[in-house]
């Protein structure tokens, strides 16, 4: 079946760049998402790529999409301690989503 | 704009006994989506209704889970009789017109004792 991995834990200091990498199987989703969960909160929409790019640059976030080897990456440049959260790689269609077990991003002072 | 409502926020039961959740979604937002997200997981997809319809709920475990959304508006989710592995966060979702994006409420969190 469809099956989306990730890394379980990234750390990095503030200011530095944070890269989140995402593997999926299913070549047949129409998007792929990057969603932030916070403590006590819901799922945030940070952004998400069309199936047929292969890069999107929104603010300080990139997200790289290599359909060959169905690799997703999330970058967040210039990192601060607000950006401390889990993030969850998705891929399906608008709100049927297949996510996949979060990366907590940890952002060191 | 009002966000997705749910309620109640929390909520511990003993096993065997019963649950339900409420999800109230952004006003003409036509999809609802409940998802379960167990400690350490991502959400899982549980239904999906479209209006008052039914889409998808290959992955409800309908033994025990059932979902309503009588008028197409609100949905209620229930657990009869709940098990310890329910335990989780149970998330709504909607969604307004096609592609476009998906809005999740706070969510319930569930302790099954």
């Known amino acids: 079946g469809e099956d989306v991995e990730q890394s379980l834990f990234l750390s990095v200091r503030e200011g530095d760049s944070s890269v989140i990498n995402c593997t999926y199987t299913?070549?047949?989703?129409?998007?792929l998402y990057w969603y932030k969960q916070e403590p006590g909160a819901g799922l945030q929409l940070l952004t998400y790529i069309f199936s047929n790019m292969d890069m999107k640059q929104d603010q300080r976030l990139t997200v790289l999409l290599n359909k060959k080897d169905k690799h997703l990456s999330l970058r967040i440049a210039d990192t601060q301690t607000g950006d401390s959260a889990i993030y969850f790689c998705a891929e399906g269609d608008t709100g049927k989503l297949i996510f996949g077990q979060g990366t907590t991003l940890q952002v060191k002072p | 704009e009002a966000g997705v409502a749910q309620s109640p926020r929390y909520k511990i039961i003993e096993k065997r006994q019963s649950v339900a959740f409420w999800c109230n979604p952004i006003s003409g937002h036509a999809t609802l989506y409940w998802y379960q997200q167990i400690l350490g997981q991502g959400p899982k997809l549980l239904i999906q209704?479209?209006?008052?319809?039914?889409?998808?709920d290959s992955q409800l475990p309908k033994d025990r889970f059932s979902a309503e959304r009588l008028k197409g508006v609100d949905s209620t989710l229930k657990i009869q009789p709940a098990k310890l592995e329910d335990s989780a966060v149970y998330l709504c979702?909607?969604?307004?017109?096609?592609?476009?994006?998906?809005?999740f409420g706070q969510g319930t969190r569930l302790t099954v004792v």
């Open positions: 209704f479209q209006n008052n319809g039914v889409v998808d």
């Open positions: 299913d070549s047949s989703s129409t998007y």
């Open positions: 979702a909607s969604t307004g017109q096609p592609n476009t994006e998906a809005f």
